[in-house]
């Protein structure tokens, strides 16, 4: 397992010697991490709910901000996990450049059922990861196939129909029970009513995969109580993305994110009372 490791970090660092760091690897105890692109662009920050002049003239300078779409793969001693599944594009290359098929992966974690995060669970109406489970928060499941039905995320779901198991997410601050030995959901609500993040704990280390705690990161880091208008709530996802980072600075637990930029890996301090995000070099 060390081995292949290596190898596959030596294939990274010349993937990235190309121009195309499309894949980041990353190592908490004994779980393999690998942080996977699956879109990259440049964006205007329309999307900011509440920021003023002043904060976007010293956050976001330039007027725009580095957009990018992640998902990430996980190898335990005893099973594969996809933690989201992107638009399901490039997620199926990365997977092949790792060895990974489809077929291998266990479990598909879901953050929340946003069209971004669930492009790759099926395609006409097959599913692409035909042995894996589908592990959602009920409140999101819900929400999105009850509440407020939505076409896209019932198509998503409908070929795991037997094969998904829901649940309550554990609270930040509460002792945990684990979906998977080292492997936890906790309760973000917010970006939408289920949104769920995920806590790998293997060996003493740690890393918390946030999902869609924020968007733009360079002013959603220091200014946490900008929301952005792909918030159901977005007040909702102001308190939770302010004690999440708090939680972050208090105890050190790196943090990963789906629209954080490449290696989208990083860690949280507070200087200054401003929070900060320090991108993490590989381990
Ligand atoms: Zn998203």
């Known amino acids: 397992m060390k081995l ?11 993937l990235e010697l190309c121009g195309a760091q499309t894949i980041f690897p990353y190592r908490v105890g004994d779980f393999e991490v690998f942080m996977l692109v699956e879109s990259t662009g440049t964006s205007r920050p329309g999307i900011l709910i509440g920021a003023d002049d002043a904060q976007l003239q010293r956050y976001l300078p330039a007027g725009t901000y580095q957009s990018e779409t992640n998902t990430f793969v996980i190898r335990t001693p005893d099973r594969i996990l996809v933690i989201d599944t992107g638009f399901g594009g490039a997620i199926f290359d990365s997977l092949k450049t790792l060895n990974i098929g489809p077929e291998q992966v266990d479990a598909v974690l879901l953050t929340h059922l946003h069209g971004d995060h669930i492009g790759g669970l099926a395609r006409n ?3 692409l990861f035909p042995n894996a489970t589908i592990y959602l928060s009920s409140a999101e499941q819900e929400y999105w196939t009850v509440t407020n039905p939505n076409q896209g995320a019932i198509n998503a779901l409908a070929p795991y129909k037997t094969r998904t198991t829901t649940f309550a997410p554990n609270q930040l601050n509460e002792s945990r029970t684990s979906l998977f030995p080292g492997i936890s959901a906790i309760a973000a609500f917010g970006h939408t009513p289920g949104h769920t993040m995920y806590l790998l704990e293997s060996k003493g280390q740690t890393l918390l995969i ?7 990161q360079d002013i959603q880091v220091p200014v946490p109580s900008i929301s952005v208008t792909y918030d159901t709530d977005p007040a909702a996802a102001a308190r939770i993305r302010t004690q999440v980072l708090q939680y972050a600075a208090s105890t050190g637990i790196p943090v990963a994110g789906m629209h954080l ?5 990083g860690g949280i301090r507070l200087e200054n009372n401003t929070f900060r995000f320090s991108p993490s070099i590989q381990r």
């Open 261 to 265: 930029v490449y290696p989208a890996i």
């Open 210 to 216: 946030w999902g869609d705690l924020m968007h733009v």
């Open 4 to 14: 292949l490791f290596s190898v596959i970090v030596g294939m990274m660092v010349a």
């Open 125 to 127: 109406g097959q599913s």
